[in-house]
């Protein structure tokens, strides 16, 4: 009689731990995918002058490199869905130095996804999409080392292979944080100490601002506006 006490307990404990496991999960839901995110956050940002690639952070603000900030005093917004959001983005703010612009939309995004920014180093796995040469391509590649530009100013040095209108593109960890954000493109040696021998050659490298610019950059901008 005990034993079929303890058998009926047990039972009803797994039962409730299962649906209670189950009550979670319908009210987390599944993560957003890298496709998800692409597809309602990552932007293109088309002017007279050109074009780049931004990503939003939040229903009405995107983030992308300042020189493409600088190009224009208002741009057309195109999702990767296809859909076109013809209406003009006063610039909010830009930092030169981390080559980082923030935009502002008057209509917010309503399919946006809240992302994190997470942190970046060295030998890091990364993926970024942008719209190179006007058209969308997704990258894989890893944070090959710092680099410190003309300014002192922080950057990532990875593999990516980067085009007009890919600066200003998210660069995602694999857990879909946001790490870093496209700045320019470069050829890139790296030299030996001694005897100046090229030990590695990045043709095509490119330079990110990473994620301990984006988080500088945030906390200023939201203490300008006085939220946390």
Same mark, same amino acid.
């Given at each position: ?28 839901? *599944? ?58 983005? *006063? ?39 942008? !719209? ?23 950057? !990532? ?35 030996? *100490? ?8 990045? *043709? ?16 200023? !901008? ?7």
């Amino acid at each position: 009689m005990r034993n079929s006490t303890k058998d009926a307990i047990g039972g009803i404990g797994l039962i409730v731990l299962v649906v209670g496991a189950f009550a979670l999960m319908l009210h987390d839901g *599944p993560k957003p995918s890298s496709v998800d995110i692409y597809k309602a956050n990552v932007v293109k940002l088309s002017a007279m002058g050109g074009h780049g690639t931004g990503v939003y952070i939040s229903p009405t603000h995107i983030l992308t490199a300042c020189h493409v900030v600088n190009a224009a005093d208002a741009f057309v917004v195109t999702r990767l869905v296809g859909e076109v959001e013809a209406r003009a983005v *006063p610039i909010d703010q830009c930092n030169v130095d981390f080559d980082i612009g923030l935009l502002k939309v008057a209509t917010p995004n309503e399919d946006f996804i809240p992302i994190e920014v997470g942190t970046s180093y060295l030998g890091q796995k990364v993926h970024s999409g942008g !719209w190179g040469r006007g058209f969308f391509s997704f990258k894989q590649a890893f944070a090959s080392l710092l680099h410190s530009d003309d300014t002192g100013n922080l950057r !990532w040095l990875t593999s990516f292979s980067v085009n007009p209108g890919d600066s200003g593109s998210p660069v995602f960890n694999d857990d879909n944080e946001l790490v870093g954000i496209l700045s320019a493109s470069r050829a890139y040696q790296s030299i030996a *100490p001694y005897g100046g021998v090229v030990i590695d050659t990045f *043709p095509n490298a490119s330079l990110t601002s990473p994620s301990q610019n984006i988080k500088t950059f945030l906390k200023k !901008w939201r203490a300008s506006r006085g939220t946390s």
